[in-house]
């Protein structure tokens, strides 16, 4: 069953969602959310990495703005209010705050030391910023919107990381797409893959355009990099 810690930082303590595999010292998986906060898909994506043998921490990337925002609905109302949160967070805090959450991971007892990342849409960007400029071990970025515009950054990512894009995605355009692979290309420990007519947030579970076969692939891949590479 999941609970609910504290991290503290210079600026206050923020939340993470915390779930643990059954069995420890395991690696740990920072989780990074989309613009609904913690909420009922990111739990989930918890439960599953414990699931598969890994602990894994959801902070709350929005507790400089709003603490403990969960928007489920999908209404217009929490729509705006996602993207209103979305347009005003402050991306380096961001990835100050995941560096914490990264730090509190490994203290853990139940760690083994080694921890990951992974997130999606806001949280994909903040995967690759993450991957970056921090010393978390691996990275797997879905569907990561505004990637294209940090892509300076990529010389500094050293990390092995895979990138996880539909095809038919309305907020990551072909162009976007293709300078993202472009960048990534080159680099040995990077490689992006590519899903077939699936539209943003094809990996979330509780969204309309879910896909349960893309989702399943691009988990497993995940799975598979923290695997090798957190052991």
Known sequence: MGEYRQVPTDDGAFAVYLEMPKKTPAPAV??????????????????????????ALCPDLFWRQEPGVALNS???????????????????????????????????????GKVGVMGFCLGGLMTFLTAARTDVDAASAYYGGETDQYLAEANTL???????????????????????TAAMSPKSNA??????????????????HYDATAAALANKRTYDLFRRELA
């Open 30 to 55: 920072v989780v990074l959310q989309e613009i609904f906060g913690i909420n009922d898909d990111m739990r989930e994506t918890c439960r599953e990495l414990a699931n598969q043998g890994f602990v």
């Open 191 to 208: 490689t992006v893959y590519s899903y077939p007519g699936c539209s943003h947030a094809f990996a979330r579970h509780t969204g309309h």
């Open 158 to 180: 050293d990390i092995p990381i895979i990138m996880h894009l539909g095809t038919e995605d309305e907020f990551i355009s072909v162009e976007a797409q293709s300078a993202i």
């Open 74 to 112: 999908w209404s217009e109302a929490e729509w705006k209010k996602g993207l209103s949160l979305y347009q005003n967070f402050n991306r380096d805090l961001g990835v100050e705050d995941t560096g914490a959450a990264i730090s509190a991971a490994r203290a853990l007892p139940e760690c083994n």
